[in-house]
């Protein structure tokens, strides 16, 4: 199966990732708002909008709902998609989404969900940066059957 290509405006993406830093030395998860253009096969990625933040610490991140869906009507209206992007300020989290993050983005409606992991260097003042986006995807229940015998 081939994967979907996302477009992203270079600079864009260098703007939210300095944003991203920021909160990843305080060792804070960050989010944004992204508008989406679909296309056959592909997203575009129009821009990226900063959420209103209530709460972050190194393993998650809450931002204003009315803000959001605030965001999402006005996507709509410019007949876009929304999506988020979030970071993941802990090693172990990668750059793949969440169980949880799976589900809010099935939930929310969202296009895409980007994730951006941030993985310090030992030694060094730099950080890798990985961003991958993600279709959500709502897991399966399972059901055993038990046959008498």
Same mark, same amino acid.
């Given at each position: 199966? =081939?994967?979907?290509?996302?477009?992203?405006?270079?600079?864009?993406?260098?703007? $939210?990732?300095?944003?991203?830093?920021?909160?990843?030395?305080?060792?804070?998860?960050?989010?944004?708002?992204?508008?989406?253009?679909?296309? #056959?096969?592909? $997203?575009?990625?129009?821009? $990226?909008?900063?959420?209103?933040?209530?709460?972050?610490?190194? &393993? #998650?991140?809450?931002?204003?709902?009315?803000? &959001?869906?605030?965001? =999402?009507?006005?996507?709509?209206?410019?007949?876009?998609?929304?999506?988020?992007?979030?970071?993941?300020?802990?090693?172990?989290?990668?750059?793949?989404?969440? @169980?949880?993050?799976? #589900?809010?983005?099935? =939930?929310?409606?969202?296009? %895409?969900?980007?994730?951006?992991?941030?993985? @310090? @260097?030992?030694?060094?003042?730099?950080?890798?940066?990985?961003?991958?986006?993600?279709?959500?995807?709502?897991?399966? =229940?399972?059901? %055993?059957?038990?046959?008498? @015998?």
């Amino acid at each position: 199966m =081939k994967a979907l290509d996302v477009y992203v405006d270079a600079a864009q993406q260098a703007r $939210f990732r300095r944003r991203a830093l920021r909160a990843f030395h305080k060792n804070q998860e960050y989010a944004e708002a992204i508008f989406i253009r679909r296309g #056959l096969g592909e $997203f575009h990625v129009e821009r $990226f909008v900063p959420l209103h933040i209530t709460k972050a610490d190194a &393993y #998650l991140v809450e931002y204003d709902d009315v803000h &959001y869906a605030a965001l =999402k009507n006005e996507a709509r209206a410019q007949g876009l998609e929304v999506g988020t992007i979030h970071t993941h300020v802990v090693l172990e989290s990668g750059s793949a989404p969440s @169980k949880h993050d799976h #589900l809010d983005g099935v =939930k929310e409606g969202e296009a %895409l969900v980007g994730v951006c992991e941030i993985e @310090k @260097k030992k030694h060094s003042r730099r950080a890798r940066i990985t961003i991958d986006f993600w279709q959500p995807q709502q897991p399966c =229940k399972l059901n %055993l059957i038990r046959r008498k @015998k």
